[in-house]
């Protein structure tokens, strides 16, 4: 059974940071690109970012385009993200999710998902 | 404002058949990139629904079906059930100013 657990979401205030992880097991989450989704509390899906399965493809929304970073372990099989900056409209829930195996990046889709870990910016 | 449009909700009685619509533009599915859906039941995660305009995973009743056509792409589910109750959501990719993959605003279904 697939299953990706994401963690490191918490409170932080306006302009500091959180690291957020995604361990996957029961898939080999190197062969695949891997992303991350966001959505705020009672709103709709929001893609972050994502990164290629051999990391040439790394994109990010406009939104946090500067601000967040996305990485990978393929020895871990986990993914990352650093949300640098932070601002009170990132406030979320955020899902690491990963694409299917042998599609092209961009045209690719959202296979499995975690439960997501809630991210709040406040002051 | 979302790039892909969805009607915010629909509703229907169990055993009816109801569609949701997604409309995007030449840069999305306009283009001819493919629209997927996702199930968000309530409190829970997003789960792939549609791949491909038209593909279900395994484990997806048939009662889903996607298709797509020009600038649009639809979710028709027959049939219904109260376990459909949820939020469904359309994405694709954007090849405008800035790539990008793109979601629906949602679409919250109602089974009466």
């Known amino acids: 059974e697939v299953q990706l657990v994401e963690s490191g979401g918490g409170l932080a205030q306006p302009g500091r940071s959180l690291r957020l992880s995604c361990a996957v097991s029961?898939?080999?989450?190197?062969?695949?690109?891997m992303h991350w989704v966001r959505q705020p509390p009672g709103k709709g899906l929001e893609w972050v970012s994502g990164?290629?399965?051999?990391?040439?493809?790394?994109a990010y929304a406009d939104s946090v385009k500067g601000r967040f970073t996305i990485s990978r372990d393929s020895a871990k099989n986990s993914l990352y993200l650093q949300l640098n900056s932070l601002r009170p409209e990132d406030t979320a829930f955020y899902y690491c999710?990963?694409?299917?195996?042998?599609?092209?990046?961009?045209?690719?889709?959202?296979?499995?998902w975690g439960q997501g870990t809630l991210v709040t910016v406040s002051s | 404002q979302s790039v892909l449009t969805q009607p915010p909700a629909v509703s229907g009685a169990p055993g009816q058949r109801v569609t949701i619509s997604c409309t995007g533009s030449?840069?999305?599915?306009?283009?001819?990139?493919?629209v997927h859906w996702y199930q968000q039941l309530p409190g829970t995660a997003p789960k792939l629904l549609i791949y491909?305009?038209?593909h279900r995973p395994s484990g997806v009743p048939d009662r889903f079906s996607g298709s797509k056509s020009g600038t649009s792409a639809s979710l028709a589910i027959t049939g219904l059930r109260p376990e459909d109750e949820a939020d469904y959501y359309c994405?694709?990719?954007?090849?405008?100013?800035?790539?990008?993959?793109?979601f629906g605003g949602g679409t919250k279904l109602t089974v009466l």
């Open positions: 029961g898939f080999n989450s190197g062969d695949s690109a």
């Open positions: 990164i290629s399965a051999n990391r040439d493809i790394i």
């Open positions: 491909a305009s038209s």
């Open positions: 999710a990963t694409g299917p195996l042998g599609y092209d990046f961009w045209t690719g889709f959202l296979h499995f």
């Open positions: 994405q694709s990719y954007d090849n405008g100013l800035s790539r990008s993959w793109v």
């Open positions: 030449g840069s999305n599915i306009g283009a001819g990139y493919d």
